[in-house]
């Protein structure tokens, strides 16, 4: 069975930073494209980020310079550091695994999810 448990978030202040981390079971994760999206109050779903089995990274526009995704083939492990937090950044942050996990707000039923876990950015 494949599992995606995150953990890291929480409140953090406008201009923050905070750390999320998404660990992996039930399938080969070293081969497998790792994302992260969010979901926002009321708004649909967001691909945020992606990393290819090779750790080349990919960013949405709206996160691009801010934050950075990693992996961790030996603890099958992916990171997503956010750095120069804003409120629109408040949502509930996923981890996903699989290619174009997220296609017209939705997941794809070929990609596997986490339960999320919440990051809000505020004073």
């Known amino acids: 069975e494949v599992q995606l448990v995150e953990s890291g978030g929480g409140l953090v202040q406008p201009g923050g930073s905070t750390r999320l981390s998404c660990v992996g079971s039930?399938?080969?994760?070293?081969?497998?494209?790792m994302n992260w999206a969010r979901q926002a109050p009321g708004k649909g779903l967001e691909w945020v980020s992606g990393?290819?089995?090779?750790?080349?990274?990919y960013y949405s526009d709206s996160v691009k310079g801010r934050f950075t995704i990693s992996r961790d083939n030996a603890k099958n492990t992916v990171y997503l550091q956010m750095n120069a937090l804003k409120a629109e950044d408040t949502a509930v942050y996923y981890c996903?695994?699989?290619?174009?996990?997220?296609?017209?707000?939705?997941?794809?039923?070929?990609?596997?999810w986490g339960q999320g876990t919440q990051v809000t950015v505020s004073s």
């Open positions: 039930g399938f080969t994760f070293s081969t497998s494209a």
């Open positions: 996903a695994a699989g290619l174009l996990p997220v296609v017209s707000g939705r997941r794809t039923p070929s990609s596997h």
């Open positions: 990393i290819l089995n090779d750790s080349e990274p």
